[in-house]
């Protein structure tokens, strides 16, 4: 507390650490963090393939340094791809030139609803993908952990098996064969459960749990709550145990919050569009901003076509409705557009710098 | 209740079996027009809104759409009326998109509403989509992504299909389109969920009579 008592005084001279640190504790720092979720587009800056960027710790961890120190990012949000968990269970990928790695939809792993039971439990600190991304996280702590907050990330376990079995066969499954499903559930999750006690281990400031199915582009919010909520419970309690920060990422259209709060209770939530329940930016800071730091929400479709002045104006917008009293971050509603350029990344660190003096100009 | 009723509520409360064992009889005991006016065209409208409005998620609208099209194939089309049957729609997820649940739930919701749909399928090369306007001289054309990298291939296959034929339609949808998106690349509405499509597709269609 003493530490935060001293940042208050020097807040117009804020590292990303502390001004992260003073944003989650409720206060104004000298200006609102921005984490931009560059993940694939990173890869822009060093020149390397998407693939390499999937599959190569060292390369990847340079380029997410790269980008971060050009861009000026607070938050170190080391995300590669949907698909490193599912890999690891036995699921064929493509990694393509010229996008983001997908499974091979012609060939999944979860051919028939008997096949849920054939997941095995793996350590996932020997296998490929994963301990990869965790090979890519350690660099990342050990280079920056220590001025900025570095994040982990991990795909929720409908979201995993979605990319084992396809989310459409999955979303019937859930409805006919809802056992089935949960055995599968049952074994990725004590998987999951190995990988994020693994990521807590480097001294990662905070873990995301992605659970993009908590939506109304998703399952419903009762199925969402038994067939995921359920399951990501104990990856939260793993996570605080740990002493870091649960954060939850969901970039679905109206996203169940007050569902994700009772199972996760994450410390962050991550989000691209306003639950239902909430009207505007102002609403949401009312409802969820008081225990909660928001962290988004700039449309990546602007991101992708919109000038850098109207990335400005949309940032300047949020700050003005979810950013008083702290607790907000501000970045993208989901990962930043993979082949982007990243001066749109870098005009959301410019709109938050700016901030405060346009403030200062609309007082006077 | 009586067996129409029936019917009714467990496609409301999606009981896959229930619903199967009372569209037996059902048909056996209903001319296929009540049928269709009374079970097949209000529950697809009930679905439709009930997935507009919040209160069922994509599995249920899934789940309707199959059953529904399941009673559907057990009548005999030609002596029901069927709505729009001379709407001719080419669908496909374009090149370098693998996602193609939402194109498959659009091409579910067009099949029930009495669209005829040639479905390209998924990562549908650019010069395909013209292809097959030249070859089924279709009403709309409808590309769907999911991706912002392949945003530009829509751009481009809009262009093409727009060569091959100045008065077909195109309607795009996906996670990252907005209406925004799909007046910058040329496309003629943009539909932002299932829920909404038949509507976007009408609009289009009467402005173009």
């Known amino acids: 507390m003493e530490v935060l008592k001293v940042l208050e005084k020097t807040k117009d001279k804020l590292k990303p650490m502390e001004r992260v640190l003073l944003t989650l ?6 200006r609102v963090p921005v984490c931009s979720i560059g993940a694939g587009c990173t890869r822009l800056v060093t020149g390397i393939s998407f693939r390499e960027f999937s599959t190569k710790a060292d390369l990847a961890a340079f380029a997410l340094i790269a980008a971060n120190q050009l861009v000026g990012d607070d938050i170190l949000f080391p995300f590669v791809d949907l698909s ?32 849920y039971e054939r997941l095995e439990v793996f350590d996932p600190t020997n296998s490929p993908r994963m301990s990869n991304y965790i090979k890519m996280t350690r660099i990342l702590v050990k280079r920056c952990g220590s001025d900025y907050p570095v994040v982990g990330f991990v795909y929720g376990p409908l979201g995993v098996l979605g990319m084992m079995r396809g989310v459409e066969s999955l979303y019937l499954d859930i409805l006919e064969y809802p056992d089935k499903v949960k055995v599968a559930l049952e074994v990725i999750t004590e998987v999951l459960k190995k990988y994020t006690m693994a990521l807590c281990n480097l001294g990662v400031a905070g873990v995301c749990v992605d659970t993009l199915p908590a939506s109304l582009s998703g399952v ?124 749109n990344a870098r005009a959301m660190v410019v709109a938050a710098e700016l901030y405060p003096k346009r403030k200062e100009v609309e007082e006077r | 209740m009586s067996h129409l009723q029936e019917l009714m509520q467990s496609l409301r409360t999606f009981e896959k079996e229930t619903f199967k064992k009372g569209m037996s009889l059902v048909i056996k005991n209903h001319e296929p027009q009540e049928i269709i006016d009374q079970i097949f065209t209000p529950g697809l409208d009930e679905t439709r809104n009930r997935y507009y409005q919040g209160e069922i998620a994509i599995p249920e609208l899934l789940l309707s759409m199959q059953l529904l099209m399941d009673l559907l194939s057990h009548l005999d089309i030609k002596q029901v009326g069927r709505k729009r049957g001379n709407n001719k729609i080419v669908l496909g997820v374009i090149e370098g998109d693998p996602h193609d649940l939402g194109k498959n739930i659009i091409k579910r919701m067009y099949e029930c509403y009495g669209f005829q749909v040639y479905d390209l399928g998924k990562n549908v090369f650019i010069n395909n989509f013209a292809e097959k306007v030249r070859e089924t001289k279709p009403d709309v054309v409808g590309i769907s992504t999911m991706m912002s990298t392949t945003v530009s291939k829509v751009s481009k296959a809009i262009e093409l299909i727009k060569m091959e034929s100045s008065s077909v339609n195109v309607i795009v949808g996906g996670a990252f389109m907005t209406a925004a998106v799909a007046e910058d690349i040329g496309a003629d509405a943009y539909a932002e969920s299932a829920a909404v499509i038949i509507e976007e597709t009408d609009k289009i269609l009467n402005k173009t009579k």
């Open chain 1, 25 to 30: 504790k409720g206060d104004e720092a000298d």
């Open chain 1, 84 to 115: 490193v968990e599912a890999a690891d269970f036995g699921q064929k990928v493509i990694y393509p030139e010229n996008t983001t790695a997908y499974p091979d939809y012609e060939d999944m792993l979860i051919k028939t609803v008997e096949d």
């Open chain 1, 220 to 343: 419903s919010s009762q199925a969402w709550e038994e067939f995921e909520g359920h399951f990501v419970k104990p990856l939260g309690d793993i996570i605080r145990e740990a002493g870091c920060l649960v954060i939850n990422h969901g970039c679905g259209h109206a996203p169940y919050f007050k569902e994700v709060k009772r199972c996760l209770n994450p410390a962050i939530v991550s989000f691209a569009e306003l639950p239902a329940e909430c009207a505007d930016g102002v609403e949401l800071k009312d409802m969820y901003g008081q225990d909660m730091t928001l962290m988004g929400y700039v449309s990546t479709d602007i991101l992708y076509h919109g000038t850098p002045m109207q990335i400005i104006e949309e940032s300047w917008k949020q700050i003005d409705q979810i950013g008083k009293g702290g607790r907000f971050v501000l970045a993208p509603g989901c990962e930043y557009p993979p082949n982007s350029n990243l001066l």
